[in-house]
């Protein structure tokens, strides 16, 4: 069963700090998203990183994709508190499947 | 900018209720999914949805739902009869080519809130 694993799942972060949010998935994949979700509202797509060593920049976020480690990163560059929010990633389930399978989030808080 | 909707936003029933979800996905987009989010934890696949047709669902999707696309727009999840445990955010989801295009990336609407009392 393929387990998507997030870390932290909660991050409080001063403004204007770095930091790294980790994602772990436990099969092959090469597809992987990065989704924001403010309380209550839906998941906004923030990246689709679509191969081994992909990078992607907006802002102050920027996000890579390393598929032999199994390992994505989401990296927050001198936070501000617009930042905060549940980030989850994701990625499609095994062979052939159409779902993509979530982390369990990491609600980030960002205190001036 | 196109954008998945849904309706109603918050749905309160009864247990033991009946109640239908709606959704109206991007208009070109072939493959459509529920999910579901039970608050505060991770968000779950429900079931896919591709040519008429489920694709496929996974093992929270039992014989209590069924999905339907009675239009050309508008895709819906009924939950025949409700429980407790049904309370949750679900979430609509599409995109245009699935796994046989380049990336799967799903636009998700904005959800439904379920309460179950």
């Known amino acids: 069963e393929l387990k998507v694993e997030q870390n932290p799942l909660f991050l409080s972060m001063q403004e204007g700090k770095n930091y790294t949010i980790y994602c772990n998935y436990s099969?092959?994949?090469?597809?992987l998203y990065w989704y924001r979700q403010d309380p209550g509202k839906s998941l906004e797509s923030l990246f689709v990183?679509?191969?081994?060593?992909a990078v992607k920049q907006e802002g102050r976020l920027m996000a890579s994709l390393d598929t032999k480690a199994r390992l994505s990163t989401l990296h927050i560059t001198a936070a501000v508190h617009d930042l905060s929010a549940t980030y989850f990633c994701?990625?499609?389930?095994?062979?052939?499947?159409?779902?993509?399978?979530f982390g369990k989030g990491t609600k980030l808080t960002v205190n001036p | 900018e196109p954008e998945v909707t849904q309706t109603p936003s918050h749905q309160v029933t009864q247990m033991g209720q009946e109640v239908i979800l709606r959704c109206v996905p991007i208009?070109?987009?072939?493959?459509f999914y529920w999910y579901r989010q039970i608050l505060g934890q991770k968000v779950e696949f429900l079931v896919s949805?591709?040519?008429?047709?489920?694709?496929?669902k996974s093992e929270i999707f039992d014989d209590q739902f069924s999905v339907e696309r009675p239009d050309g727009s508008n895709f819906t999840l009924k939950i025949r009869s409700t429980k407790l445990e049904d309370s949750a955010m679900y979430f609509c989801?599409?995109?245009?080519?699935?796994?046989?295009?380049?990336?799967?990336?799903?636009?998700f609407g904005p959800g439904t809130r379920l309460t179950v009392l």
């Open positions: 208009s070109n987009h072939l493959y």
């Open positions: 990183l679509l191969s081994n060593g």
């Open positions: 989801a599409s995109t245009y080519s699935g796994l046989a295009g380049i990336y799967n990336e799903q636009f």
């Open positions: 994701a990625v499609d389930g095994t062979k052939g499947s159409e779902k993509l399978v």
């Open positions: 949805f591709y040519n008429n047709e489920i694709s496929e």
């Open positions: 099969t092959t994949s090469d597809r």
